[in-house]
């Protein structure tokens, strides 16, 4: 029989999703002051694999992944993603917005085999964690890169945030050997 032991920290990272850069900038200010502080910022990308969003955030939107400093126990993501959920509320309150979701905040860890994303939407691959959030594998690290499952989005196959995740994952591997 195998003995229970507490997981090894992870790497949490947040995709926001908005259509001005300033939304951004404040969005990143609150999950630092929530979250910690970020040692991660990719570049703000076209999102135009979908028009999903369309109808509460506008047209034009960018993605944008920032990664936190510290590392968290996996068990932490899905009040994470509640915590991601109130920071979408309260910024939708405070931000002069024409629209009702200026910033969507997807929050994801990942370590050096994984990577994972939270949600609230459950379905036939993900798996309930607790407070009405569910997680996915969405990427797997396999010879030297992330491959991507059948159900990862479009976009997280696409080269740009790839990139990123592979620049994640290299600076959790120098903090795990740095413990």
């Not at 694999?49 to 369309?54: R, S």
């Not at 968290?72 to 509640?82: M, T």
């Not at 797997?140 to 990139?163: F, N, V």
Request: neutral net charge; hydrophobic residues 40%; proline residues 9%.
């Amino acid at each position: 029989m195998g003995e229970p032991r507490p997981p090894h920290p992870v790497k949490l990272f947040v995709g926001m999703l908005a259509g001005r850069p300033e939304w951004f900038d404040a969005a990143e200010r609150r999950l630092a002051r929530e979250l910690g502080p970020v040692d991660l910022a990719g570049e703000p990308v076209p999102f135009d694999v979908t028009d999903y969003y369309a109808p509460e955030m506008g047209q034009g939107l960018l993605r944008k992944f920032v990664a936190c400093e510290r590392l968290v126990s996996p068990g932490e993501l899905a009040s994470i993603k509640v915590a991601t959920n109130r920071i979408e509320a309260e910024l939708a309150a405070e931000l002069d917005a024409p629209v009702p979701r200026p910033v969507n905040l997807d929050p994801g860890i990942l370590d050096g085999s994984k990577l994972i994303l939270a949600t609230t939407k459950d379905y036939a691959h993900r798996i309930y964690l607790d407070r009405g959030i569910y997680a996915e594998v969405t990427l797997i690290w396999h010879k030297g890169g992330w491959q991507p499952t059948p159900w990862t989005y479009r976009d997280y196959r696409s080269e740009p945030y790839l990139a990123f995740f592979a620049a994640a994952r290299a600076r959790y591997r120098e903090q795990r050997r740095a413990t």
